[in-house]
């Protein structure tokens, strides 16, 4: 084979080499664009579903907020900040405004606080401000202060939506009052009284009774007025409580006891060096307790005396539901949420055949019940 054949037959494998070179590089390029096709078609794919579904679950979202008044967690965190803030801008500009015009009528401080915590019973102790939760386990009462209605003499009743009055007139009285001419006291419509048999003194705990307490109960008995007894306690033990219920019940025996038997309780003004000072509430309520059962076991009817301070501070009101409530309280409306059954609502009332001032008392208490 000479050169030029040779340079020929180079030229034409050179050739053959190309040829399939651009072959092979035409099918990777093709198949690189299938490829890119394919994933440009699954993208486009899995796009689709992903918008399909955003669509059905806002379309979902939507219907259930509709239909259920629920809102997404991000609405709900925004709508929730918003009302928060509307909240506490409106409410801090009603309680101020509550607060000015309270001050602006003379409002007491006391009176103040009522009124801004009316879920709590407010009161002062120990020259400090008080705040006790309402117990919605404690039976309310349902008196509604709009039918209290008290007369140009300063007497107190309770009527009915007709008009009718439906609580009884009485007062409460001890040696304090002097002498009573009882036909007088019943002629000015005194219906019950509840007179002092007796009291133990808070500083040497002597029982004594009281001067006076058999010419009121004989006098109330004579002149038709329905008698009840209290008894002022400072016991500070079991053994001194059973005394002062025996102590009662014999005094009382002789006599037509119509209206309940009362344990008086009440707190020693602070600083006074009082032998009940250290009596805690758990034992105080014990005692309460223990004094009610003997009186109810005798035959009477056991009630408990005493003020906010009494009821809120001094014991446990909720193991007291089963007895009668006799509360003492010269707010008018009356501050005081619990159930009761006479309401003592003055100490400076004026009745025929009294000298001076006497307790004034509103009963809703029915001696048939006893």
């Avoid at 928060?84 to 006391?110: F, M, P, Q, V």
């Avoid at 008196?143 to 107190?156: H, I, K, R, W």
């Avoid at 059973?242 to 344990?263: M, N, Q, R, S, T």
Wanted: glycine letters at 6%.
């Amino acid at each position: 084979m000479n050169n030029n054949e040779r340079q020929s037959e180079n030229n034409r494998r050179k050739r053959k080499k190309s040829g399939i070179g651009e072959l092979i590089l035409a099918i990777i390029l093709c198949l690189v664009v299938l490829f890119a096709i394919s994933l440009s078609i699954i993208v486009m794919f899995r796009y689709k579903t992903l918008q399909n579904t955003n669509e059905q679950i806002s379309s979902e979202l939507a219907q259930e907020r509709e239909t259920s008044d629920k809102i997404s967690k991000e609405e709900a965190s925004s709508e929730v900040a918003e009302a928060s803030e509307n909240a506490y801008n409106s409410g801090k500009s009603d309680t101020l405004k509550k607060i000015r015009e309270s001050l602006e009528s003379g409002a007491k401080a006391l009176e103040l606080f009522r009124g801004l915590y009316p879920g709590q019973i407010v009161l002062i102790d120990d020259n400090k401000y008080c705040f006790s939760d309402i117990d919605k386990d404690i039976p309310k009462h349902e008196y509604e202060n709009s039918q209290f209605v008290t007369d140009e003499n300063g007497v107190m009743e309770y009527r009915d939506t007709d008009g009718n009055t439906i609580s009884k007139k009485g007062i409460d009285v001890s040696k304090f009052q002097g002498d009573i001419d009882w036909e007088k006291v019943a002629a000015d419509g005194v219906e019950f009284a509840i007179i002092r048999v007796g009291a133990r003194g808070y500083t040497k705990g002597a029982i004594t009774g009281d001067e006076k307490f058999e010419d009121n109960i004989k006098g109330a008995n004579e002149n038709g007025v329905k008698a009840g007894v209290y008894f002022y306690t400072a016991a500070v033990s079991d053994e001194e409580i059973d005394e002062e219920a025996e102590y009662v019940l014999d005094a009382i025996e002789p006599y037509d006891i119509d209206y309940p038997v009362v344990i008086d309780i009440e707190k020693v003004a602070s600083g006074t060096d009082a032998r009940t000072n250290d009596v805690s509430v758990e034992d105080r309520t014990r005692m309460c307790i223990d004094f009610c059962e003997k009186i109810k076991k005798a035959g009477y009817h056991p009630m408990i005396y005493g003020n906010l301070k009494t009821f809120i501070r001094m014991m446990n009101l909720s193991e007291l539901k089963d007895y009668d409530v006799w509360f003492a309280g010269y707010d008018s409306p009356m501050y005081y949420p619990y159930y009761y059954s006479i309401w003592q609502y003055s100490d400076s009332g004026k009745v025929d055949g009294i000298d001076g001032s006497v307790d004034m008392n509103l009963s809703f208490f029915e001696p048939d019940s006893k």
